[in-house]
């Protein structure tokens, strides 16, 4: 027995050591989380909790009509896209994003996005479609992670944008 320690006491501590590990990660305390209707919102979960008419663009007959639309509108000169979600207030000045100077700027405004709220709320899907539309700033929505700079402004987080990003 003297032996057996003496010669494998480094298996052995490894095996108790393997052994304590398994043990606490089956055996550990996990948090349980209770959902309740008086959990309150925070302000990026009201946006997706109000009723109201539908995004544009869910589902194969919006994306259709959605489609349409922006043909349309271009024929007529017609401002289709006033009724995005965060079309309504004032235009932001969208060049104070990282990337986008006055030509790009003036590509999102033709395709009806003024305000940062509108930017930061696109999916992946909707800045690759986006993106095809760009030309030549083709990738630059997510080269410089316009989205998520806008998601800053868009919430008035100023200086964690300047922290994450650089000065305005």
């Known amino acids: 027995m003297d032996n057996l320690l003496a010669n494998d006491w480094l298996v052995i501590a490894a095996v108790v050591l393997v052994a304590a590990i398994v043990a606490f990660l089956v055996f550990r305390p996990r948090q349980k989380v209770r959902l ?3 959990t309150p919102l925070r302000p990026h979960m009201t946006a997706a909790a ?3 008419p539908a995004r544009e663009g869910r589902g194969l007959a919006a994306e259709a009509a959605a489609a349409a639309s922006d043909v349309t509108g271009q024929i007529i000169n017609a401002r289709v896209h006033a009724e995005l979600p965060g079309a309504s207030g004032p235009p932001d000045d969208l060049e ?3 990337g986008v100077g006055p030509k790009l700027a003036q590509l999102l405004n033709a395709r009806g996005f003024t ?4 930017i ?5 899907d909707e800045v690759e479609r986006l993106d095809t ?3 030549a700033f083709r990738g630059r929505l997510a080269r410089d992670r316009i989205v998520e700079q806008a998601s800053y402004l868009a919430r008035g987080d100023e200086d964690g944008f300047q922290h ?3 000065k305005l």
């Not at 305000?115 to 509108?118: C, G, H, K, S, T």
């Not at 930061?120 to 992946?124: D, G, H, I, V, Y």
């Open 133 to 135: 539309d760009l030309g």
């Open 164 to 166: 994450r990003f650089g």
């Open 36 to 38: 309740s209707s008086d």
């Open 120 to 124: 930061a709320r696109l999916s992946a």
């Open 96 to 98: 104070r994003l990282k």
């Open 50 to 52: 109000k009723p109201g």
């Open 115 to 118: 305000r940062y709220a509108q």
